[in-house]
């Protein structure tokens, strides 16, 4: 049975993956801390500290055969320009590099469907990404960048989230851009198949660096998410549009080509409406 390392375990993305391979594959984890794994309660996956003591404990007792690096930090809870660059950077370069030295065959990339300059979040996330094609020659690459995902249980740096839990509470006013941004949204469910499916095929991808954007073609306007999302939690909150600027090159409409994905094989079975409904009825 082959062995899968991920990182951010303890995360939402990272501990629905673990489980959904548990059965398939021997599971092992990386997490900044190996205290409080409350995603993993009941799970006997081996964890390791994600430091330069815990990354050489790994490698020694583990033979790694897969990297899947779901372990992110958005900087929506002020975290510093150094935080971010370490985060989504320093760290994932020092894995590679371990992955490399101890002969990982396949190193699968949490990317990001933002412009690099969308944000310094973005910035360390592409930056990485250029890392990966650089030393695709020494490990072969699967980078997948994500659209917005969303599901119950996501935590409240997850935009629909924070949002659905804000407007249960009945604030008074949550403060809005315009709102008119197009945004392509995933249920988790289905971004969890389209990991699986990646795994899956990993031994029949042609050449060393293969990216698969995981996104839907359907597409939801900022203000008509949250007008749905107040209607579904039936919260008394004012929107209050157009109080917050823009960011600096804000993404006006994603762009979205999840055509490689589909010819994988995988196909979303969750739309917005649907997705937005399940996610309220599950966090009332």
């Known amino acids: ?74 900087g929506r809870n002020g975290e510093s320009k150094q935080q971010l660059l370490q985060a989504n950077l320093l760290a994932p370069l020092n894995l590679l590099e371990k992955a490399i030295e101890n002969k990982v065959e396949y190193f699968i990339n949490t990317d990001t469907v933002l412009d690099r300059y969308t944000s310094i979040y973005s910035l360390t996330k592409k930056q990485f990404t250029d890392w990966l094609k650089h030393r695709q020659n020494e490990i ?72 698969f954007e995981v996104s839907t073609t359907e597409l939801i306007s900022i203000r008509e998410l949250m007008l749905t999302l107040k209607t579904l939690t039936g919260s008394s909150t004012t929107l209050n549009f157009g109080a917050i600027p823009y960011r600096p090159n804000e993404l006006m409409k994603s762009e979205v080509d999840n055509s490689a994905m589909i010819a994988l094989g995988w196909k979303p079975k969750v739309n917005i409406t649907e997705g937005l409904k399940l996610t309220v009825e599950k966090m009332k």
Request: glycine share 6%; proline share 5%.
């Open 140 to 211: 072969k690459i699967v980078n997948m960048p994500l659209e917005h995902f969303y599901g119950p249980e996501c935590p409240d740096t997850n935009f629909i989230s924070l949002m659905a839990k804000r407007l249960l509470a009945n604030e008074p006013e949550i403060a809005l851009t315009k709102g008119e941004p197009q945004r392509n949204f995933v249920y988790f469910t289905d971004l969890i198949e389209a990991y699986k499916l990646v795994v899956n095929k990993l031994e029949g991808l042609q050449g060393n660096f293969n990216e």
């Open 1 to 74: 049975m082959k062995t899968i390392l991920i990182t951010g375990i303890n995360g939402f993305l990272g501990s629905n993956l673990a489980k959904l391979f548990k059965p398939d594959y021997n599971i092992v984890g990386l997490e900044i801390s190996t205290k409080n794994l409350i995603r993993l309660q009941g799970e006997t996956f081996p964890v390791y500290e994600a430091n330069d003591a815990g990354l050489d404990k790994l490698f020694a007792e583990q033979k790694i055969d897969s990297i899947i690096y779901a372990a992110t930090l958005y």
